[in-house]
């Protein structure tokens, strides 16, 4: 008889979800649904401290399992519990516990959901799972500081005087500077992102919005080249992307405007 103080998560521990995922496509995606349904039968106020355990407990590694796309599918279906799901990712990346790489998981599975492999997976959810996910990573993606010590040739052969020489000849050079650790996550979002998506309902999702307000939240310059630099693109879409710089620089004049 299993115990009354068992928890939702416990009954996963030896479950499929952190398998490999199938090979077969539609037996993958039916256990997504499956456990996807699952964890929206347990969204009460527990539920962000259960699913940060689960993430926990998984990241980081570089094996691919079900649990990975079930993250992605479940924040596509239920955005408004898209925080409980990013907040211990983001919290591994920003105290360096998880080292992001778009390639592996989780990052890869929520790139991937930006971007479907299907025309018909675009809709008004998706749109919305979309402005959620850059939502919060730019919420959070606040300047860090970090100090760099350049240490003389004498202080680095001679370490048992480090601590009474710094003043004189230790650290040559002090500099605070600031990097976004979110900014590639984001980047590599929005360069997956379809510029502009016509739904089934006919309705026209543009996201010039989402790049725009990146932009001027993160004031990330690197990351806004990297998105305006895309050297492989074609001459109808540089052409595209210049006409949306303009609209960017407009909406960003507003952003500014409405912050004053």
Same mark, same amino acid.
């Given at each position: 008889?299993?115990?009354?103080?068992?928890?939702?998560?416990?009954?996963?521990?030896?479950?499929?979800?952190?398998?490999?995922? *199938?090979?077969?496509?539609?037996?993958?995606?039916?256990?997504?649904?499956?456990?996807?349904?699952?964890?929206?039968?347990?969204?009460?106020?527990?539920? *962000?401290?259960?699913?940060?355990? =689960?993430?926990?407990?998984?990241?980081?590694?570089?094996?691919?399992?079900?649990?990975?796309?079930? =993250?992605?599918?479940?924040?596509?279906?239920?955005?408004?519990?898209?925080?409980? @799901?990013?907040?211990?990712?983001?919290?591994?990346?920003?105290?360096?516990?998880?080292?992001?790489?778009?390639?592996?998981?989780?990052?890869?599975?929520?790139?991937?959901? @930006?971007?479907?492999?299907?025309?018909?997976?675009?809709?008004?959810?998706? !749109?919305? !799972? %979309?402005?959620?996910?850059?939502?919060?990573?730019?919420?959070?993606?606040?300047?860090?500081?970090?100090?760099?010590?350049?240490?003389?040739?004498?202080?680095?052969?001679?370490?048992?005087?480090?601590?009474?020489?710094?003043?004189?000849?230790?650290?040559?050079?002090?500099?605070?500077?600031?990097?976004?650790?979110?900014?590639?996550?984001?980047?590599?979002? =929005?360069?997956?992102?379809?510029?502009?998506?016509?739904?089934?309902?006919?309705?026209?999702?543009?996201?010039?919005?989402?790049? !725009?307000?990146?932009?001027?939240?993160?004031?990330?310059?690197?990351? @806004?080249?990297?998105?305006?630099?895309?050297?492989? %693109?074609?001459?109808?879409?540089?052409?595209?992307?210049?006409?949306?710089?303009? %609209?960017?620089?407009?909406?960003?004049?507003?952003?500014?405007?409405?912050? %004053?």
């Amino acid at each position: 008889m299993a115990s009354s103080c068992e928890r939702w998560i416990d009954s996963l521990q030896f479950s499929s979800l952190f398998w490999s995922p *199938p090979q077969d496509a539609q037996q993958r995606k039916d256990q997504i649904t499956a456990y996807v349904e699952y964890f929206g039968q347990f969204t009460s106020e527990q539920f *962000p401290e259960d699913i940060a355990e =689960l993430i926990r407990n998984c990241y980081p590694s570089k094996e691919l399992r079900l649990f990975d796309d079930v =993250l992605a599918i479940f924040v596509l279906h239920h955005p408004e519990h898209g925080h409980a @799901v990013f907040l211990p990712i983001i919290s591994c990346i920003i105290d360096g516990t998880q080292e992001y790489d778009r390639s592996i998981p989780p990052f890869a599975s929520f790139i991937s959901l @930006v971007c479907p492999s299907s025309e018909n997976e675009y809709s008004e959810q998706w !749109a919305l !799972a %979309c402005g959620e996910i850059l939502r919060i990573l730019t919420h959070y993606n606040r300047p860090i500081y970090k100090v760099d010590h350049q240490h003389s040739e004498a202080d680095r052969s001679d370490s048992g005087s480090l601590a009474t020489s710094n003043s004189a000849n230790g650290d040559v050079q002090q500099e605070r500077k600031p990097f976004r650790p979110l900014s590639p996550w984001i980047t590599d979002i =929005l360069l997956a992102a379809p510029l502009e998506i016509e739904a089934s309902v006919g309705s026209s999702y543009n996201l010039i919005e989402f790049h !725009a307000i990146f932009m001027f939240v993160s004031q990330d310059e690197n990351s @806004v080249k990297n998105l305006m630099a895309l050297s492989y %693109c074609t001459e109808e879409e540089k052409l595209t992307w210049n006409r949306q710089c303009k %609209c960017i620089t407009v909406y960003i004049n507003a952003l500014v405007f409405a912050t %004053c």
